[in-house]
């Protein structure tokens, strides 16, 4: 069965650095999320990318973070200059169709972030 | 302002026996509601969908309703087994499809 896949699974970074995280989502979905979940904390959402652009930014989403899908398969986050609280479990997800009301949201594995 | 409340925090049960997990939305406009399962360390993984025309939907042991009018929704776990121990997350989502999670119900199944 298809999945999302993210890479990598956990990542220790210092605070000020980039950091990149990688996610490759299912191969004929057209719809692309970031969602975070700090620790002991509900998942919130980042941001919707499609047809190369961002759909839709939460207020968390801000000018520190970017999104980009590079080449046919890889969906990417970038945190410029990370701080302390970015420190979460970074979740990837995909969909198959736009505006589909019942559509299904897969999600990735996820990614540790953790910034010291 | 769009929430999703859910009730209880955490909840231990005997394996074998069921459960029932509480969700109160105030979404609006109104689209769909999910339940999602979350293991540890991993990503959620979607359980049932259910749209506002919809009362009742089952996955297995899994079985959630939708109370529109109330804005409330249920899953109940039936003859839990120590696999079910994990998050279970409510979500409503909008008519534009953004989703409002909720903070989770932590779910313990012990032998």
């Known amino acids: 069965e298809p999945e999302v896949t993210q890479t990598p699974s956990h990542q220790v970074t210092q605070m000020g650095q980039e950091v990149i995280l990688r996610c490759v989502p299912i191969s004929n979905h057209l719809y692309f999320y970031w969602y975070r979940q700090i620790l002991g904390q509900k998942v919130e959402f980042l941001v919707s990318?499609?047809?190369?652009?961002?759909?839709?930014k939460s207020e968390i989403f801000d000018d520190q973070f970017s999104v980009e899908r590079p080449d046919g398969s890889n969906f990417t986050l970038k945190i410029r200059s990370t701080k302390l609280e970015d420190s979460a479990m970074y979740f990837c997800a995909s969909s198959e169709m736009v505006q589909e009301r019942s559509n299904e949201q897969y999600f990735g594995p996820g990614t540790r972030l953790t910034v010291t | 302002k769009n929430q999703v409340e859910q009730s209880p925090q955490s909840l231990i049960i005997l394996e074998g026996k069921n459960c029932t997990l509480q969700c109160n939305y105030t979404v609006s406009p109104f689209s769909n509601l999910r339940w999602y399962k979350q293991d540890t360390g991993r990503g959620p993984v979607s359980l049932t969908i259910m749209t506002f025309s919809e009362n009742t939907k089952s996955n297995g042991r899994y079985t959630a309703t939708l109370d529109a009018d109330t804005k409330q929704s249920s899953l109940h776990i039936t003859a839990s087994q120590l696999s079910d121990s994990a998050s279970y997350i409510c979500?409503?989502?909008?008519?534009?499809?953004?989703?409002?999670f909720g903070a989770g119900t932590q779910v313990v199944v012990t032998p």
């Open positions: 990318f499609y047809n190369n652009e961002i759909s839709e």
């Open positions: 979500v409503a989502t909008d008519s534009w499809g953004k989703f409002q």
